[in-house]
């Protein structure tokens, strides 16, 4: 009942806010029919990026995990002329079906694909002197402690990190829950790797966070938003 509320909610808030878009639609087709898991940000959290990366005047971002480049095409299509945007991908098979979906949407030239498992391509960025204004982690949850330490490497003061899925239904609050919950959404360290986010995320004084709880066809789940500050 809940799920089906939010479910309705989204649609309607997807129906008076977000026209059509063959290029998005042609990109979750496409995913869909390479046998993508269905896990990509909703079409109204998607705009709730873009929107983010233009009040924040992003010309480079940075994403981790691009499955098939939908948050992607949200993100790269709201950067200004000259801006770019780096994705990260571990597999080649769902890389392959991103590039199409990107090039599709005519941002070939923009978005840099880089395959490989993030936490071999960050230091490699890293030590090419890359800087990022934006940077979104979405890519596997139990590396999420790294991936904030690398992207603070890639920042600068002034940089924003927004990670996705930092509450998972609630799951978060349960310090057991990766015992064994049989659901593999929640195995395997993925509760550790965002509790322990929100350890660094209150720990490091260069970042200044919040998070914000999500409900909708995606179900509860939140976004963490962090600014790179000059302190520290
Ligand atoms: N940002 C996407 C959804 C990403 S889903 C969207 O909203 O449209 C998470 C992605 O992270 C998956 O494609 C998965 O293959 C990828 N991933 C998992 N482990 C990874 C790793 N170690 N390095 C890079 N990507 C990884
Ligand atoms: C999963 C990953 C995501 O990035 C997401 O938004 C939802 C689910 C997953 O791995 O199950
Ligand atoms: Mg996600």
């Not at 896990?39 to 990026?49: E, S």
Request: net charge negative; proline share 6%.
């Amino acid at each position: 009942m809940t799920q089906e509320l939010w479910t309705a909610v989204d649609r309607y808030i997807c129906d008076h806010l977000l026209p059509d878009d063959p290029a998005l639609d042609a990109a979750l087709r496409a995913s869909d029919a390479a046998g993508l898991p269905s896990i990509a940000v909703t079409p109204n959290q998607g705009k709730l990026l873009a929107l983010l990366v233009r009040i924040h005047g992003a010309r480079r971002i940075l994403e981790l995990g691009t499955l098939g480049g939908y948050s992607t095409i949200w993100l790269a299509r709201a950067l200004p002329p000259g801006g770019s945007l780096v994705t990260l991908e571990a597999n080649p098979g769902y890389a392959e079906v991103a590039r199409q979906n990107i090039a599709g949407a005519g941002l070939a030239e923009i978005v840099q694909l880089r395959v490989g498992p993030a936490l071999e391509t960050l230091p490699v960025m890293a030590a090419e002197g890359e800087q990022f204004d934006l940077i979104f982690i979405d890519a596997d949850k139990q590396n999420y402690p790294g991936y904030l330490e690398w992207s603070l490497k890639l920042s600068r003061p002034g940089t924003l990190i927004v990670a996705d899925n930092i509450v998972r239904a609630g799951a978060i609050l349960d310090a057991d829950t990766d015992a064994d919950v049989g659901d593999p959404r929640q195995a395997d360290g993925v509760v550790r790797g965002v509790r322990r986010l929100y350890e660094l995320l209150a720990a490091e004084p260069r970042l200044s966070a919040t998070a914000i709880q999500t409900v909708g066809a995606k179900g509860h789940d939140g976004f963490a938003l962090a600014l790179v500050t000059d302190a520290g």
